[in-house]
């Protein structure tokens, strides 16, 4: 196991520098014996062992070790043995024998991927019960950084064990503490003075609040013709692959599934959704780059998936039809499944968009979602595997015409009638709005409408709405809004769903997500997915610590104050009051206020002379509030207390409509997208001032792509508020310059 | 030579049955001795006779023999020799010995291209000065059907010469006579009954009104990756090139020469306008493409001609620039030139878009247009070539906000002042309208305000704006009214232009034209092109005529029906009243009234709440009007006397205002498109009727280009109708349905 370091590649949230703490100790790894336990979320399904490969946790293992030997190899620390002072051990909790303070941490249940992480005696302790454990608490080590070493700060536990008395420091004899002299390599002169240094703290225990935590590749095997080679990818290429075949050198994908670890993904679906015909033959006869792909991800505990075509029976197998209550077809499934799992043995499943923007689905055999989705699982539960179906089902060629039916409605119609009726293994996959990742969307009500279902929630950390990673647009505190949404008792969003799931942001480019700051979405997805009430503001420091390890205050506040706001600036400049869509047709980038007015994708806004919004009220519209329980629905059905940023989303209203806020809805218009387009303009000097402090090259990408933020700010706000005053009438009652 | 009958593809009008009249008499071709006088138009230039190859006039006397020959096999006809009996003499001036009937209609000059038609004793003849015309005449003949062989009716000749008295018929003992019996293989019991059939008629004198009559292919050699191989083709891929290569079978080409030249046409440009990276080279090394090209045309008296980068120097000679005034650039392309006609004697010259949507051009040296195009003229006037240099310069990223810039403008603007400035031979090639072949414009000014300057006026056979081939769109009846326009003087369009070119509407589709129904398109072009004054009634008479042969009255008509009014109706339930555009972004097909109004592309309508249009007054816009001499001037800039089809082209005023009809422009809008999408409608049970009456294929084509062009049209209407009306708040009066 060597740890990959791709040329070229911005090293993202894992420079050199961020294993400096960690890297300068005496560490002691603890995992010697063989384990039973795997390095994988346990599988549902029938025969959950099966799914693993018996090497998974020894390669886990390998990686913690390899991970410890690169970092005190390049910081000047030291691997060290059983019974020689350390100032780290990661142990797992099977290991023969502990030192004492690892013993001293060791606590009640860990359960699977989780760590405890103490201090004791003045060393820093990460206990896991399985090798993956052992693996996020190495990087969650890393990621605390001095503070892993130090007082717990703002490392608050997640259940607090009883205060224990301060013990002293680590000895100065010892060959490797934290030095002040500014000796390379590790050069601790840069670091911040920390003269108090406590040699224990209470034992945290970390443990993942979704058991899968995914990303959603839409790669395509081909370029497509208009769509390109990652569909709605604003990152360049694959990573996956190149010139119509599997990437030559994986590297790549082996830094990737490092970065993921680090963050917390563990389960990848390496290809679009849109499964096209070159794209369905890796179920067969081209597995071997899926096969590829996996063993690249897997020394970091990142599952493999596939998207697949519905109608692969038909298409690959040549059967007459896909109906998946035949029984050929559900054989030809549990046999192309077999051989699946005979080259991949962790494989993970499957994930289905059936019936959806004209891919394949069993409407076509008269079969509900439910009966597509069983069959697959059924293949897949013998080996452990599960299937994603994509509840994003809808009528994607409506007649603008007719406002009678709603797009809105359409996953909940479709799919809460069949709660209950998926197989354990079947996972529904819904997006966390009913309409498509727009920029402000209530939470869908099919998350609240299935509890007899497994669900994973969809997120799109792809900027395919939200400024396509040329604007910054640090999206977490939406994600947090939707996550923390409570449809009617204590659960939440969070609460509710088994997983969570995001499309991805990452390409070939060499800051991975083409807008370096972008890189902070990803991370913070794969934070969030852990641990779900996180503040998404602590996320954006700690991935501001991580990636700029030597920066100073300047840059840190810096960058927090571009990006902790940036949503709501997004939001502000484009489409107003969650009426949505408002882009350029096709391509989704740029204002064009009509562009999906009068199109058959159920995207409307009914903006007339007198007024605008979609009444999907029970009283006079499609009836959409319905579908959301007591409080919401009586919430988002009453003009008075549906909330602002809402409101065109659940109401046709007048201009002059007065909203909570006190002004109207087309003042606010004006007011919002001057005040977007101004915050927009005022990151560049922000930006400009840090041109000495990050590296020049990311700093001329970060400044090209705000030019074109601002460029295209002003344009939203000038297209925006000229339409709405020609149709309107009203002018700004500031007087400011609308064309 | 042997005729060209390519398999699987629409003979158009030229099916065997339109040769079934002249094929089925005794034929006399007297062109035997070798000709001065060459096949094809006198070239411009210093040296014109270097232009044609010596057996150019020899390979068109080929082809009339060879397709008098395959006439007569067909029909039942003979070719004859001299002396003895004959029905139709084609003939030389400058044959050593003429029949007497031919010596009779013998008159004064006849001159390039153009031919005698007359009829003495009972022989119709055909005279021409050169092959060309004798070509001409041929097709005139094959054109005149029985006509040709009777009564002169409706084909009045250019200068009636006197009248003379009525001889007797035919001897009834000549062997191959019109008979009555229906005796394979000439089926003449299917032709009318034709008891009158005059022995002569006084002598027609044809010929073109335009020297050059010209198609403009935007092919590609590699399919591009946005506009396809034949860029704004809607009739599938080249019939030059595919996969790469040029073709390797050109019989379709010397097949699209032979139905050019029965339609008049005797210029082609081979490739798109954009000359990207591949198709440069053409210049080059791939001229061998066009070399082959080149000789499937020239047996039908068609000159290739050849879209050039300005960049070529650069990109092609690898020079360091493509300065026009940089003496090494002038010898590269005099020297690239001499190579062309090394390879191509007869070559026609080049076209090129220079300083347009992105292609390069002089203005990146600072030199002027004019300094542009010379440098070209100068490179092929030893060699009798032209250039032909697009006048479409406009600024394509313009400012939507920016309302003193005015694209219709631009061409004026631009080239007005070099007038006078440009070579003999080159050839400033002007769009009919200002915009860009929108469905209705008024006359370009640049046309009236270049009297010092050739110019080619072009049009669009090509139907971008107009439907795309999915729509029934006879396109004359427009292009006779920009024909017709008279500036100032006595002076038409037609009578300032020298040449007459259009973007061709053909593609490898087995009907050439995607809507088999197009093909009238073509073939009008060709026919206005040669004789612009020409009723477009009549040529669609014409052309059902030759493609329908065997058609009854109820075809015949029925198709006029569809057809004669199809643009008018087009217009209704299109973009209203001149203003243009209103289509989808990037394929401008279908309707989006915003689609382009918040663009760079120069193309607005300013509707807002109160009312709708361009201001291009002197008064208070644009100052477009200005560009008009007396009195266009002064009709366009006055709101009463504007016409009511170009009123929102000129002037913005609101939706109250009353048109010259008498109706508010709101409610014009409402009715229009209520009619035109009716009139649309109405065209299906009238091509239902025909069912049995045409080729089973062909008319399901068509059937379902109705299906698709009814569907577009109530689109168009109810996307126009509600747009207006939200827009507007006033409703239909007639209480129609408007969403």
Redesign the interface.
Known sequence: MTIPHPTGVHPAWLPPAAFRAAGSRRVLVLADEPTTAHGHTPAEGTAPTQGAAPADGAALVATVRAEVAEACGRHGGAVAALGQACDLVLALTSARALPPAAEAVRGPEIGPEGFLLGRQDGVTVVLADDPAGLLYGWFEVVRQGEAAFGPAGDHAPEAAPPAEPHRPELEPTEPHPPALEPTEPHRPAQRPAEPHRPAQRPAERHRPALKRRMLDHWDNIDVH?VMGQVERGYSGGSIFWRDGARCADLTRVRAYGRLLAASGINAVTVNNVNVHATEARLLTDRLGEVAAIAAELRPYGIRVHLSVNFASPIQLGGLPSADPLDESVREWWARTTERVYETIPDFGGYVVKADSEGQPGPFAYGRSHADGANTLADALAPHGGVVHWRAFVYNHRQD??DRATDRARAAHDHFAPLDGQFRDNAILQVKHGPMDFQTREPVSPVIGAMPGTRLAVELQVTQEYTGQQRHVCYLPPMWSEVLGFRFRSEDTVADVATELVAVSNAGDDPYWTGHPLAQANLYAFGRLAWAPRSDPAAILDEWIGLTFPEAGEALRSTLHTMMDGSWRTYERYTAPLGVGFMV???HHYG?????YE?TPWGTYHF????GIGVDRTRATGTGFTGQYPEPWSEVYESLAECPDELLLFFHHVPYEHVLRSGVTVVQHIYDTHFAGAEEAAALRPLWEKLAGEVDPALHARVKERLDEQIRCAE?WR??VN??F?????VPDARGRRV?
């Open positions: 013709p603008w015409r350029r047709p096709g204002p064009d206020v009509d562009g009068y903006a007339d002379r007198d344009e000038d297209q000229t339409y005053l020609r149709k309107s009438g064309y």
